[in-house]
């Protein structure tokens, strides 16, 4: 190869590998862009659908009819801020959905907002044939997104070819004009044994299954998503979400105790003496995730036979003692924490007034109760971080007289579960 | 005030090099690496060491791949009304233990009792417990219980028993008896009444082990009333005991403590403190409160009781055996003179008892300090019934024997012979929870429940009651002594239904009923009536029967109870109090013969070696009239000289439990065959013994150096008088050390208010002693000063009101799941006790009259600027914004640097999985005998609240955050701030004497911040204040009211050498 051609080389060389870098690092920025659907599910899924309306109004398009762009950040940073400043468009909402405050999310910025925003407003339904609305394929949204990662790795790859391509076209020429011009060759080792080669694909392997494994053993038993058969088929949907039975009716632990408490079988006694059947067959059949039919009667009267119910005589089997003859119905245990981890429901529903949908999600869409959240300890302290006492509301926090100044003063706008110590150590562990 | 010198045993004072090693060391064992030496040793460890590796991941991936268990959730069938999952109940109840007596609160989790606490609404106990009543919760859960009734050794049904044992009451033509310990319960003597009503044959006999039968005919001849008087030590300025060890084992110690401990509460604007004077034989927790002590043998305690009576009514000067008995009788006399004064004696003789109650009256104490009117009921026993009743069964003469409560073979002096007669007798029947030594000769065995299990009640005095109910249902197949009573009476009524209708009837309908068992007692209004009585006694009848005393042996034995194992019964078989160190001699898990240094140089224990700093004792033998055992030699400073003392409550039979069981090689001896009759009574002392040396050696678990400081000073004590004189002393004394570092140091020299210490002419004026607190917190350190928003806990821990007594030691250990590592490990310096009492003598060993010993409750002291924290590699240890020292289990690696680093030696490292062994086969660690708390049953008693650790991790002293947990969140509830006294520490709750503190400091109308930083102020120090690590927890200065406190001197310093 002539001397003149090698500048030409190298730099085409050089400006091929800057443009893959570049690429790379296109990549990488695009995904660190606020990912609207991330933020969605982990923050509003619990009180939000994009196409309806939950606890919270349908949010598709909801951008649309706020009185200016600027008034999202408001509403979202501290709701009840703007409420109280007597915005009408505010109130109006507030009153419309019962009076339910939204949890305030200080720590959203305005780019993550409006990732959120976009996610919602190009939300379109899952295409669903047979599965029932409850059990949609989490991951339908996701398909454009993924279209427009496989054109860039693609790219990639093809440019990566064409530089290898290059590189050995480039050392070929060089040993050619070297075999032309005289000078002896270095004898070239193989690919496999290159000691470089060697070492990065030794690093590689070592970051990337580390990584895997890391991934993997914080991973353990942690169920994410746990829907265990349970003995009998009871629908969350059919009993909160339908027949719209408050959560506290069966589940009165949670404002009073650590545990939110399984109702006994008597406590579904007290409605399932009159309701014998399952009447709503028609607007919403049982089905498993399985695709399997439920029959809602047929589970009813599995029910009877916990609660020691005689349905023909409509009386309670007795023994001979008088006492009901019920058998505990052994359910299978779907949120579980490791035992070193205390967790106090009636510290979050009663005194943090946190909605039961903030960790067990559309808990009123779920016919087949699954795992909401991971229950990871990173999920519990990113709450706690973000989330804001009841500060003004409940007389306990006048002790700290310091944040009353700061919130009077303008220094604070808020305190959070972590300024009063809630991410220490043993507020969960002990 | 001087600073005495203190040692916690005779191997720290004098400092022998065996000993410094032992302390240098803070883990006294090499790593357990002793299992692999064959693998160290093999020809290619590094291969094989590989191959482990590669083998242990493989497992472990293999493990850690496997699917997650399935777990049920199962809700109650049909949900109680009244419980909530997760949520304690609590229902007020009674202990009652042979006459024992404590109001108590049951706290129960789903059903289950896991924490006794004191019923505050009583007027005898007042919320006090003691260390056996923490710890009998454990007994509900015992696994040597009998689940079924007996018959001749096998099981049989109730039916069938009933039966059998009616038909043989109804055939029975001789005398039958019913044997019992005290019986407090009246809705029970009702029903032995109507028992015998049905078997007029059947005679009651009341029986204590520990027998008080002595006081009790004292009484009777003194002043007509054959029972026990009630003792108000709170308005007694003068205390005066012989032999009584009221404070731990004596009577009702609860309650006396807790009276006890209003005349020792003195502060710098209220200079009033009771003096106490103690003659005694051993070292009892009593002696080591007393402001004066003084020792003689037990015979000679007749000869004190008459010179102090003489010296109070006539004048006449004493002439005991040592010129300090001489000296203490003539001051406790010219003291008793003033009013106010109380004396008591543990002797059970009638003559001595006589005495006692002419003195109680010549010093005016009936109707004041000693009350005629509200008597107590807490002893009946008579040891002459007893003794007829040993005699008629000797005879052949009895058709029946029914026994409830106590355990003659293992208890009474000639038990052996007893239980050889029992065969002989047609119908004998044990009413006995467990297999005991008495149980096992009874054809029958009809178990009676857990007082946990039980409907009852309690009449501690004559119209003070108290009413028991069950916090859980039986167990097992066991029945209530009573209802087996009414059954073989003919009654078809169960006794639950009978004790109802007992109460309602008494109490006049069911809402006064609903209301008594809500609130556990039902009590005269207002303060408890006090009244005198005319004495009657012959005095001197009484003296002349002392003076005719024969003098013992050369060397006198003390049979005593020790604070946790009481007279036996249950509590041998439980391994809380079987690891409890014993105030005194901090020894755990057996028992041993206590001696003084002196007499036990003679025998043959060295004490600059062997003796002190192994844990191996030389053994001795005591022989008395046929009957050796063969104890190790425990040294304690403070015996006389001449006295050896064993406790009871040891060598029991291997089906007692197996805490209990004892062999040659463990679990002590039984010395109840040393009691000795007068004839009349049994003496707790034995004068015909011979003692010898053996070439034995045996292992006891003492933990008295554990954890030391290496002679730093962490106490302060001073005089009455010098307290009195200048009530800033001890301020005084804290500027001289911490003065110096209240301003910043890098102010001039020459600054004008640059505080000095007031050896370098610095001032301890009034402004600087208020702000040294605050200006030492600031300024003695570089770190920033971190102010707790809200809450700041703090603890305060009275050196004098504390006794030392443990109940905080055994309320901490059921509150906090804490494990019981057995005596091995104790050996090792691995017990997990969270708070410990570590107890100091000074004085000189050689003289047991000149000890003085001070209490000190030793914790977690949350330090804010604690050493512990800044040496964790991963933060495991860390402090939280309200001024706890937090300990995260599942983030420690056990590198074990913070133990290492904590000056005040409180954590404590998992060596071995205490709780979860179990769960592998052939995996328990130990000798057997703490083995019994890895079941299913016995953990049923664990805390849920509360992590149960595993192996591998340090743990200590949470303050109980739990509890606060709990009080902020039920605060949070009601939507109002937390009030002083909502949040309260187990220990806190548990102390009889209410020594313990603890509140939120930053709270300005809280005790703990008045107490700091008024009322208190001048006894307030912190340990190890100097080092800067700002603890939570401050002390209170003991003041004792004594002319001198001993030791502290330079000629002191070669004290060993000199005196021994």
């Known amino acids: ?430 | 005030m001087s600073q005495k010198q203190y040692w916690k045993g005779l191997e720290e004072l004098n400092n022998t090099s065996a000993h410094q090693q032992v302390v240098e060391n803070e883990f006294k064992e090499d790593l357990p690496f002793g299992l692999s030496t064959d693998l160290m040793d093999a020809t290619t460890p590094r291969r094989d060491f590989l191959k482990f590796l590669g083998f242990s991941t493989l497992a472990a991936t293999l493990v850690a791949s496997c699917e997650m268990p399935v777990r049920k959730a199962i809700p109650y069938a049909i949900k109680p009304e009244d419980i909530t999952p997760g949520v304690p109940n609590y229902y007020a109840s009674t202990f009652a233990d042979n006459g024992d007596y404590c109001a108590i609160v049951i706290k129960t989790r789903d059903g289950r009792p896991i924490k006794i606490e004191g019923n505050e609404l009583s007027s005898v106990t007042h919320g006090g417990t003691s260390a056996r009543v923490q710890a009998s919760v454990l007994n509900l859960y015992d696994k040597a219980r009998l689940r079924a009734p007996l018959a001749d050794g096998q099981e049989a049904t109730y039916e069938a028993i009933d039966r059998r044992i009616k038909e043989g009451l109804e055939a029975n033509k001789q005398t039958a008896y019913l044997l019992t310990g005290t019986i407090l319960s009246p809705s029970t003597r009702d029903i032995i009444t109507q028992f015998t009503t049905k078997y007029p044959n059947v005679k009651h006999v009341v029986y204590d082990p520990v027998s008080y039968s002595g006081m009790i005919l004292a009484n009777q001849a003194s002043y007509g009333k054959a029972t026990l008087p009630t003792y108000h030590f709170e308005k007694a300025q003068t205390i005066v005991s012989l032999g009584a060890d009221f404070l731990g084992t004596w009577l009702s110690p609860i309650e006396f403590a807790k009276g006890y401990s209003k005349g020792r509460r003195i502060s710098a604007k209220n200079l009033k403190l009771s003096k106490h004077y103690q003659f005694e034989a051993n070292h009892t927790i009593s002696g080591a409160n007393a402001d004066h002590r003084a020792t003689c043998k037990p015979s000679e305690m007749g000869a004190v009781a008459v010179a102090l009576y003489n010296a109070l009514t006539t004048g006449a000067k004493p002439n005991l055996s040592s010129p300090k008995l001489n000296e203490l009788v003539e001051n406790a006399a010219a003291d008793l003179k003033k009013g106010n004064g109380l004396v008591v004696s543990g002797s059970n003789n009638v003559s001595v008892q006589t005495v006692i109650n002419a003195i109680n009256d010549k010093a005016g104490a009936n109707g004041n300090t000693v009350n005629w009117t509200v008597t107590s009921n807490y002893k009946q026993g008579m040891d002459s019934d007893m003794m007829a009743l040993v005699a008629a069964v000797k005879a052949g003469q009895v058709g029946a024997l029914m026994i409830h409560g106590v355990n003659p073979v293992y208890e009474y002096a000639d038990g052996k012979a007893f239980g050889d007669m029992l065969a002989k007798i047609p119908v004998t029947v044990s009413f006995a929870d467990r297999l005991d030594e008495t149980a096992q000769k009874c054809k029958y065995v009809v178990p009676d429940h857990n007082f946990l299990e039980s409907w009852g009640d309690a009449e501690p005095k004559p119209g003070y009651f108290s009413l028991m109910q069950p916090g859980i249902a039986p167990l097992f197949k066991t029945r209530a002594m009573q209802d087996s009573l009414m059954t073989w009476a003919g009654s078809t009524q169960t006794y639950g239904d009978y004790w109802k209708n007992y109460w309602s009837t008494k109490l006049g309908g069911q809402e006064n009923f609903d209301k008594a068992l809500q609130d556990g007692v039902v009590e005269p209004a207002g303060e408890m009536v006090n009244g005198g009585a005319a004495f009657t006694g012959n005095v001197a009848d009484a003296i002349g029967k002392i003076q005719a005393m024969k003098p013992g042996s050369a060397l006198e034995l003390v049979v005593y109870q020790k604070v946790s194992m009481g007279h036996g019964g249950v509590w041998s078989n439980n391994p809380w109090l079987h690891e409890m160190p014993d105030p005194i001699t901090k020894a755990t898990w057996d028992n041993y013969a206590c001696l003084s240094p002196l007499r036990a140089k003679e025998l043959g224990a060295e004490l600059t070696g062997q003796n002190e700093v192994d844990a191996k004792k030389h053994v001795i033998s005591i022989k008395s009239n046929g009957v050796e055992v063969q104890l190790p030699i425990v040294v304690v400073p403070g015996m006389h000289n001449d006295v050896v003392a064993v406790a009871v409550g040891y060598g029991r039979d291997a089906k007692v439990g197996m805490a209990a069981a004892s062999d040659d090689t463990k679990g002590g001896k039984n010395v109840y065959p040393f009691l000795t009759s007068n004839g009349v009574t049994f003496d707790a002392y034995n004068t015909n013994i011979t003692v010898d040396k053996t070439d034995k050696l045996y292992e006891i678990a003492i933990t008295q150096t554990h954890h030391s400081y290496e002679g730093r000073p962490v106490l302060h004590e001073m005089t009455f008088e010098e307290f009195s004189k200048d009530t800033n002393i001890l301020l005084k004394e804290r500027f001289e050390e911490v003065g110096k570092f209240t301003e910043m140091p890098w102010q001039p020299e020459n600054a004008e208010d640059k505080r000095k210490p007031v050896s370098e002419g610095g001032e301890p004026t009034e402004e600087n002693l208020l702000t040294m607190d605050e200006k030492f917190r600031e300024n003695g350190t570089l770190y920033p000063n971190y102010v707790a928003p809200g809450i700041k806990w703090g603890m305060s821990i009275d050196l004098n009101s504390c006794i030392g007594c443990g109940a905080c030691v055994m309320g901490c250990q059921a509150e906090n799941n804490i494990s019981v590592v057995g005596k091995t490990h104790v050996l090792l310096a691995h017990e997990m006790h969270w708070l410990r009492i570590d107890r100091y003598f000074s004085g000189k060993p050689d003289q047991p009259d000149s000890i003085q010993t001070v209490f000190q409750p030793m914790l977690c002291q949350h330090c804010d600027n604690a050493p512990c924290e800044n040496v964790c590699p991963v933060s495991a240890t860390n402090h939280s914004s309200e001024g706890l020292n937090q300990m995260a289990y599942n983030r420690c690696i056990g590198t074990k640097y913070c133990a290492n680093n904590c000056p005040y030696k409180v954590r404590h490292f998992n060596w071995m999985d205490w709780n979860g062994a179990d769960c592998f086969d052939d995996n328990i660690y130990e000798d057997g005998r703490r083995d019994g708390l890895n079941d299913d049953l016995t953990r049923m008693v664990l805390n849920p609240d509360v992590t149960v650790r595993s192996r591998g991790v340090m743990e200590k002293c949470s303050f109980c955050v739990q509890r606060l947990q709990d009080a902020k969140l039920t605060a949070k509830k009601l939507g109002r701030p937390m009030k002083d006294g909502e949040a309260r520490t187990a220990c806190q709750q548990s102390c009889p004497t209410d020594a313990i503190v603890f509140g939120n400091v930053n709270d300005k109308e809280s005790a703990i911040y008045k107490l700091r930083t008024q009322q208190q102020r001048e006894r307030t120090f912190y340990v190890l204040e100097q080092i800067h690590t700002l603890p939570n927890v401050n002390y209170l200065a003991k003041v004792r009211n004594t002319e001198v406190i001993v030791g502290g001197d330079e000629k002191l310093d070669d004290m060993m050498n000199l005196h021994i």
């Open chain 1, 1 to 430: 190869m002539p001397e003149s051609l090698k500048p030409l080389f190298r730099r085409l060389a050089h400006s091929a590998i800057i443009f893959v870098i570049a690429l790379f690092a296109c990549n990488f920025s695009a995904f660190a862009a606020p990912d609207g659907k991330a933020l969605f599910q982990s923050n509003c899924a619990s009180c939000h659908n994009p196409l309806k309306d939950a606890t919270g109004p349908a949010l598709q398009n909801v951008d649309k009819s706020f009185p200016s762009h600027d008034w999202v950040y408001g509403w979202v940073h501290n709701s009840s801020a703007v409420i109280a400043s007597g915005d009408k468009f505010a109130n109006d909402l507030y009153n419309k959905f019962g009076k339910t405050q939204m949890t305030a999310f200080p720590a959203l910025s305005k780019e993550e907002i409006d990732a959120i925003l976009k996610y919602v407003d190009d939300y379109k339904a899952p295409v669903t044939a047979t599965a029932p609305e409850g059990s949609s394929n989490p991951n339908a949204g996701a398909a454009q997104d993924s279209s427009y990662n496989w054109v860039y790795v693609m790219v990639t790859i093809a440019l990566l070819t064409l530089a290898i391509i290059l590189w050995r076209a480039n050392v070929s020429l060089k040993r050619t004009s070297n075999t032309i011009e005289g000078v002896p060759n270095e004898k070239e080792i193989p690919f496999m044994r290159n000691k470089l080669v060697i070492a990065i694909v030794a690093i590689l392997v070592f970051v990337f299954a580390g990584y895997w494994m890391v991934n993997g053993a914080i991973g353990l038993g942690r169920q994410q998503n746990y829907q265990p058969l349970q003995p009998i088929f009871y629908s969350h949907k059919v009993h909160a979400g339908i027949n719209q039975i408050n959560c506290l009716y069966c589940h009165a632990g949670a404002e009073k105790s650590r545990q939110a408490m399984i109702p006994s079988p008597n406590i579904c006694m007290n409605c399932h003496k009159q309701i014998n059947s399952y009447t709503g067959e028609a607007d919403h059949p049982l089905v498993t995730a399985e695709g399997k039919h439920i029959d809602g009667t047929a589970q009813i009267q599995e029910l009877y036979k916990y609660a020691g119910w005689n349905p023909e005589t409509k009386q309670y089997n007795r023994d001979a003692k008088g006492n009901i003859k019920a058998t505990p119905i052994q359910w299978v245990k779907i949120h579980n924490l490791p035992d070193h981890v205390y967790f106090n429901h009636s510290q979050h529903v009663k005194v943090g007034q946190v909605q039961c949908q903030r960790c067990h999600g559309p808990i009123q869409e779920m016919d087949e109760v699954y795992q909401f959240a991971p229950l990871s300890m990173g999920w519990c302290i990113n709450c706690h971080r973000q989330t804001q006492v009841q500060f003004a509301n409940n007389d306990y926090y006048s002790i700290f007289e310091k944040y009353h100044q700061e919130l009077k003063t303008g220094k604070r706008t808020g305190v959070t579960v972590e300024d009063i110590g809630g991410t220490e150590c043993q507020k969960c562990h002990y």
